[in-house]
C-alpha cells in the first residue's frame, strides 16, 4: 500500500494501517497534535484504517479542519456535561463554527449565569477522564430505535430525514452516545483546557419561527491557553466597539420596533453615509463606470424571467398593483439588465460598466437581524459590467484592483478565496472553463494569493470572495466579482460583433462595499467610532474658553465652514474641561479651544484626538493643514482603543 503525503513523499506498508499510526510513523510529535487525518480530500478520523493506495495529509488545529474536529469534539463533551447535570435536557444539533461552536438544547427550565460555570465544571472532569472516543454505526431502524430509548426526540426527527441507504453513524465517549458524521479526535483529552462557554442565545429548533424555541449555547475553543485568552480579549473588546452602542452615542443610526430590520439614520450618520458614497462616486468615475438607478418595484414576470420568483421568492416582498404581482427588489441585477437592453449595443461599447447605489429589500427571519449587520433593507454598491468573453481578464483585474484601493484607505487586510462551479450548477462546461482560468488567470497576473474552494461558486458562475481583517482581528466577507453566463441568456441580451453578427455578452456582479449600511458597522466597529478626519461627521469642535469669547469662536467657526470642514461649535456655559472630555467622548478629530489670547492672535489652541494638546496654532495654518489632511484622505495613525 502506496501512501502518498502532502509534501509529495510516498510511505509504503505490508499491510493496512490507521491514519494515527502513520502519523507515529511519521513523526511521536506529530501524532501528538494530529486531530483528523485528510484522506484523497476528505476529512476522516485518525482512528479510520487505510486499506489501499491514496493521498494521506494529517491535519492539526493549526489547519480549518482539524481546529474544526476539535471544536466538534468539545460539543460532545458539553453535551455530555450537560446529560450530566440535567438529564430531561433533550439535544438537538451541536456543530463546530467559525469562531467555536454551539449546541442546541431543549431544557425544561431556562439555564442562568451560573448554570454555565457549571457545565464548564462538568466539562474539566470529563477531559480528565480521558474517555475513548469511539465510532459505530447502525442501520436505520435500529439507530431510530436507540435514540428513542435516550429520549431524543430531535436525534429521531434528524435520522428520519436522511435519505433511504445514508450511512448512520454514532459516536460514543464513555456514557454519552451522540448522532454525527465526524471526525473526531481520539479522546476526551485531547480537547485539553482551552475552551469556555460564552453566551447564551435563543434558536428556533431548524431555523423554523414555527418550532420550538431552543436554547443555544456558544462556546470556543482552542489546542492552546494563549489562543484562548487572545480570543477572550477579541471578544472583550468587540463588545466595547459593538456598532449599536456606539451608533447610538455617536448619534449616526438608530432602531425603531415601527420598523424592525429598517435602520434609521441620524444627521450625523447621513454625513458619515453620503461622505462614504461620494468617494464610491469619485472612484468609479475614475474607473469608466457610469451611474444609473432603477426602480424598487417592478412586476413578477421580470422577477420570473430572472429566476428570483421561483428561488428566493420567500426572501421578497411582494405587492398588488391593479390586479398584477409585483415585488420589491432584492438585488439590483435585473434592473442593471433592462437599461442593457434599452438600445443597441455594439462591440464598440463594450466593455460597458454600469453602478448603481441600489435600495434592495430582503426578508430576513426577525431573530437574525443585528444592527446594521443584518438588516431588511440596504444600499447595495453594486455594478454589473457586460462585455466580451475576451475583455474577461482585464475586467475582473480592473475590479480587483478597485476593491483593494478601497480596502487598503480603511487599513483593512484582506484575503481572497476563489470559488468553482458547484454541483447544481447552469450552464456548459467550456463556459465554466473559460469563466474560471479568466478569473483564476486575473488573480495570478495581479499576484494576488488565494485559496480555491471547490464547488462553492454561484450556480450561475464562479466568484471571487475577499474577505477582510478588522482591527482586532476579525473577519468579514464584503467584496465579491462573480461571472454570469446566465442572466444574459435568460434575458436574450445582445451585441453586434465586430463580425456584424450578433453575440451574447458576459456579464460580472460586483460589489466593493457589499451592503453600504453593514459596511458602516463594520467601519464603527474597526475604529471604535474613531473616524479618520476625512470621514468623521464632525472634524471639527470649537470650545470658547467662556462666553466672553463666543463671538471671536463664531469667526472661527465660520472660516471653518468656508473652508469646507465639517465644523460645530460648543455654545454650553460649561468648564471647559467639561466640554473638552465631551468632545472626546464624542470621538471628535480636532478640538479648537479659544480664549483672550487666541483671539489676540488670530490663533487656536489645538487638541487632537491623535497627539493631544499640540499647542497654540494660527488659524489659517491649522485650516491648511486639516484642508490637506481632508482632501488626501490620510489617516493620522494613532493606536484606537474602545475605550478612548
Given at each position: 500500500m502506496?501512501?502518498?503525503?502532502?509534501?509529495?513523499?510516498v510511505?509504503?506498508?505490508?499491510?493496512a494501517?490507521?491514519?494515527?499510526?502513520?502519523?507515529?510513523?511519521?513523526?511521536?510529535?506529530?501524532?501528538?497534535?494530529?486531530?483528523?487525518?485528510?484522506?484523497?480530500?476528505?476529512?476522516?478520523?485518525?482512528?479510520?484504517v487505510?486499506?489501499?493506495?491514496?493521498?494521506?495529509?494529517?491535519?492539526?488545529?493549526?489547519?480549518?479542519?482539524?481546529?474544526?474536529?476539535?471544536?466538534?469534539?468539545?460539543?460532545?463533551?458539553?453535551?455530555?456535561?450537560?446529560?450530566r447535570?440535567?438529564?430531561?435536557?433533550?439535544?438537538?444539533?451541536?456543530p463546530s463554527i467559525?469562531?467555536?461552536f454551539?449546541?442546541?438544547?431543549?431544557?425544561?427550565?431556562?439555564?442562568?449565569?451560573?448554570?454555565?460555570?457549571?457545565?464548564?465544571?462538568?466539562?474539566?472532569?470529563?477531559?480528565?477522564?480521558?474517555?475513548?472516543?469511539?465510532?459505530?454505526?447502525?442501520?436505520r431502524?435500529?439507530?431510530?430505535?436507540?435514540?428513542?430509548?435516550?429520549?431524543?426526540?430531535?436525534?429521531v426527527?434528524?435520522i428520519?430525514?436522511?435519505?433511504?441507504?445514508?450511512?448512520?453513524?454514532?459516536?460514543?465517549?464513555?456514557?454519552?452516545?451522540d448522532?454525527?458524521?465526524?471526525?473526531?479526535?481520539?479522546?476526551?483529552?485531547?480537547?485539553?483546557?482551552?475552551?469556555?462557554l460564552?453566551?447564551?442565545?435563543?434558536?428556533?429548533?431548524?431555523?423554523?419561527?414555527?418550532?420550538?424555541?431552543?436554547?443555544?449555547?456558544?462556546?470556543?475553543?482552542?489546542?492552546?491557553?494563549?489562543?484562548?485568552?487572545?480570543?477572550?480579549?477579541m471578544m472583550?473588546?468587540?463588545?466595547?466597539?459593538?456598532?449599536?452602542?456606539?451608533?447610538?452615542?455617536?448619534?449616526?443610526f438608530?432602531?425603531?420596533?415601527?420598523?424592525?430590520?429598517?435602520?434609521?439614520?441620524?444627521?450625523?450618520?447621513?454625513?458619515?453615509?453620503?461622505?462614504?458614497?461620494?468617494?464610491?462616486?469619485?472612484?468609479?468615475?475614475?474607473?469608466?463606470?457610469?451611474?444609473?438607478?432603477?426602480?424598487?418595484i417592478?412586476?413578477?414576470s421580470?422577477?420570473?424571467?430572472?429566476?428570483h420568483?421561483?428561488?428566493?421568492?420567500?426572501?421578497?416582498?411582494?405587492?398588488?398593483?391593479?390586479?398584477?404581482?409585483?415585488?420589491?427588489?432584492?438585488?439590483?441585477?435585473?434592473?442593471?439588465?433592462?437599461?442593457?437592453?434599452?438600445?443597441?449595443?455594439?462591440?464598440?461599447?463594450?466593455?460597458?460598466?454600469?453602478?448603481?447605489?441600489?435600495?434592495?429589500?430582503?426578508?430576513?427571519?426577525?431573530?437574525?437581524l443585528?444592527?446594521?449587520?443584518?438588516?431588511?433593507?440596504?444600499?447595495?454598491?453594486?455594478?454589473?459590467?457586460?462585455?466580451?468573453?475576451?475583455?474577461?481578464?482585464?475586467?475582473?483585474?480592473?475590479?480587483?484592483?478597485?476593491?483593494?484601493?478601497?480596502?487598503?484607505?480603511?487599513?483593512?487586510?484582506?484575503?481572497?478565496?476563489l470559488?468553482?462551479?458547484?454541483?447544481?450548477?447552469?450552464?456548459?462546461?467550456?463556459?465554466?472553463?473559460m469563466?474560471?482560468?479568466?478569473?483564476?488567470?486575473?488573480?495570478?497576473?495581479?499576484?494576488?494569493?488565494?485559496?480555491?474552494?471547490?464547488?462553492?461558486?454561484?450556480?450561475y458562475?464562479p466568484?471571487?470572495?475577499?474577505?477582510?481583517?478588522?482591527?482586532?482581528?476579525?473577519?468579514?466577507?464584503c467584496g465579491?466579482?462573480?461571472?454570469?453566463?446566465?442572466?444574459?441568456?435568460?434575458?436574450?441580451?445582445?451585441?453586434v460583433?465586430?463580425?456584424?453578427?450578433?453575440?451574447?455578452?458576459?456579464?460580472?456582479?460586483?460589489?466593493?462595499?457589499?451592503?453600504?449600511?453593514?459596511?458602516?458597522?463594520i467601519?464603527?466597529?474597526?475604529?471604535?467610532?474613531?473616524?479618520?478626519?476625512?470621514?468623521?461627521?464632525?472634524q471639527?469642535?470649537?470650545?470658547?474658553?467662556?462666553?466672553?469669547?463666543?463671538?471671536?469662536?463664531?469667526?472661527?467657526?465660520?472660516?471653518?465652514?468656508?473652508?469646507?470642514?465639517?465644523?460645530?461649535?460648543?455654545?454650553?456655559?460649561?468648564?471647559?474641561?467639561?466640554?473638552?472630555?465631551?468632545?472626546?467622548?464624542q470621538?471628535?478629530?480636532y478640538?479648537?479651544?479659544?480664549?483672550?489670547k487666541?483671539?489676540?492672535?488670530?490663533?487656536?489652541?489645538?487638541?487632537?484626538?491623535?497627539?493631544?494638546?499640540?499647542?497654540q496654532?494660527?488659524?489659517?495654518q491649522?485650516i491648511?493643514?486639516v484642508?490637506?489632511?481632508?482632501?488626501?484622505?490620510?489617516?493620522?495613525k494613532?493606536?484606537?482603543?474602545a475605550?478612548?
Amino acid at each position: 500500500m502506496k501512501i502518498t503525503l502532502k509534501d509529495g513523499s510516498v510511505k509504503e506498508y505490508a499491510g493496512a494501517k490507521s491514519v494515527i499510526e502513520i502519523a507515529r510513523d511519521i513523526s511521536e510529535g506529530l501524532a501528538r497534535v494530529a486531530c483528523v487525518g485528510e484522506v484523497d480530500g476528505e476529512a476522516v478520523d485518525l482512528r479510520t484504517v487505510l486499506e489501499k493506495d491514496c493521498t494521506l495529509n494529517i491535519l492539526t488545529a493549526r489547519d480549518a479542519e482539524g481546529l474544526a474536529a476539535l471544536r466538534h469534539s468539545a460539543s460532545h463533551v458539553m453535551a455530555q456535561a450537560v446529560k450530566r447535570l440535567y438529564p430531561s435536557a433533550k439535544l438537538a444539533i451541536g456543530p463546530s463554527i467559525a469562531d467555536g461552536f454551539y449546541y442546541d438544547i431543549d431544557f425544561e427550565t431556562p439555564l442562568a449565569a451560573e448554570d454555565m460555570e457549571k457545565i464548564e465544571a462538568e466539562m474539566k472532569k470529563i477531559v480528565k477522564e480521558a474517555l475513548a472516543i469511539e465510532r459505530f454505526t447502525l442501520p436505520r431502524e435500529e439507530a431510530i430505535a436507540l435514540m428513542k430509548e435516550k429520549e431524543e426526540p430531535y436525534k429521531v426527527e434528524l435520522i428520519e430525514d436522511l435519505p433511504e441507504g445514508e450511512e448512520i453513524s454514532f459516536y460514543k465517549q464513555g456514557e454519552f452516545t451522540d448522532l454525527c458524521a465526524g471526525p473526531h479526535l481520539m479522546s476526551t483529552k485531547d480537547i485539553g483546557k482551552a475552551y469556555r462557554l460564552t453566551s447564551i442565545a435563543g434558536a428556533y429548533w431548524r431555523g423554523n419561527e414555527h418550532n420550538k424555541m431552543l436554547t443555544r449555547i456558544y462556546a470556543t475553543a482552542f489546542s492552546k491557553k494563549e489562543e484562548l485568552e487572545a480570543y477572550i480579549t477579541m471578544m472583550e473588546e468587540a463588545k466595547k466597539r459593538d456598532h449599536r452602542k456606539l451608533g447610538r452615542e455617536l448619534g449616526l443610526f438608530m432602531m425603531h420596533d415601527a420598523g424592525p430590520g429598517f435602520p434609521f439614520f441620524l444627521p450625523k450618520g447621513m454625513v458619515l453615509k453620503n461622505t462614504l458614497l461620494d468617494y464610491w462616486r469619485e472612484i468609479h468615475r475614475k474607473a469608466g463606470y457610469v451611474e444609473i438607478a432603477t426602480p424598487i418595484i417592478l412586476n413578477r414576470s421580470l422577477w420570473e424571467t430572472s429566476g428570483h420568483w421561483d428561488h428566493y421568492k420567500n426572501n421578497m416582498y411582494t405587492t398588488l398593483i391593479d390586479e398584477e404581482d409585483y415585488a420589491i427588489k432584492p438585488m439590483n441585477c435585473p434592473g442593471g439588465i433592462l437599461v442593457y437592453d434599452s438600445e443597441p449595443r455594439s462591440y464598440r461599447d463594450l466593455p460597458l460598466r454600469v453602478g448603481e447605489l441600489g435600495l434592495v429589500h430582503r426578508h430576513e427571519k426577525s431573530g437574525q437581524l443585528h444592527g446594521l449587520m443584518r438588516v431588511r433593507c440596504f444600499t447595495q454598491d453594486d455594478a454589473h459590467i457586460f462585455m466580451m468573453p475576451e475583455q474577461i481578464k482585464e475586467e475582473i483585474k480592473g475590479v480587483a484592483k478597485l476593491i483593494n484601493e478601497v480596502y487598503t484607505l480603511f487599513g483593512f487586510q484582506y484575503h481572497v478565496e476563489l470559488s468553482t462551479r458547484p454541483e447544481d450548477s447552469m450552464g456548459s462546461e467550456e463556459d465554466w472553463e473559460m469563466a474560471t482560468e479568466g478569473l483564476r488567470s486575473a488573480l495570478d497576473e495581479l499576484g494576488l494569493d488565494y485559496v480555491v474552494n471547490e464547488g462553492d461558486g454561484a450556480f450561475y458562475g464562479p466568484k471571487i470572495d475577499f474577505h477582510l481583517v478588522d482591527a482586532i482581528g476579525r473577519t468579514w466577507q464584503c467584496g465579491t466579482i462573480q461571472l454570469d453566463f446566465q442572466l444574459p441568456q435568460r434575458f436574450e441580451l445582445e451585441y453586434v460583433g465586430a463580425d456584424g453578427e450578433k453575440h451574447r455578452p458576459i456579464m460580472i456582479h460586483r460589489v466593493a462595499f457589499g451592503s453600504i449600511e453593514r459596511f458602516i458597522g463594520i467601519l464603527i466597529e474597526h475604529f471604535a467610532g474613531a473616524f479618520p478626519t476625512w470621514l468623521a461627521p464632525v472634524q471639527v469642535k470649537v470650545l470658547p474658553i467662556s462666553d466672553k469669547y463666543m463671538e471671536y469662536a463664531r469667526k472661527v467657526t465660520g472660516e471653518l465652514e468656508e473652508a469646507g470642514i465639517r465644523v460645530e461649535l460648543d455654545v454650553r456655559s460649561e468648564k471647559i474641561g467639561y466640554k473638552i472630555r465631551e468632545a472626546q467622548m464624542q470621538k471628535i478629530p480636532y478640538m479648537l479651544v479659544v480664549g483672550q489670547k487666541e483671539e489676540e492672535e488670530h490663533a487656536v489652541a489645538v487638541r487632537s484626538r491623535f497627539l493631544g494638546d499640540e499647542g497654540q496654532k494660527d488659524l489659517g495654518q491649522f485650516i491648511q493643514a486639516v484642508k490637506k489632511e481632508i482632501n488626501g484622505k490620510e489617516a493620522r495613525k494613532v493606536e484606537v482603543s474602545a475605550g478612548k
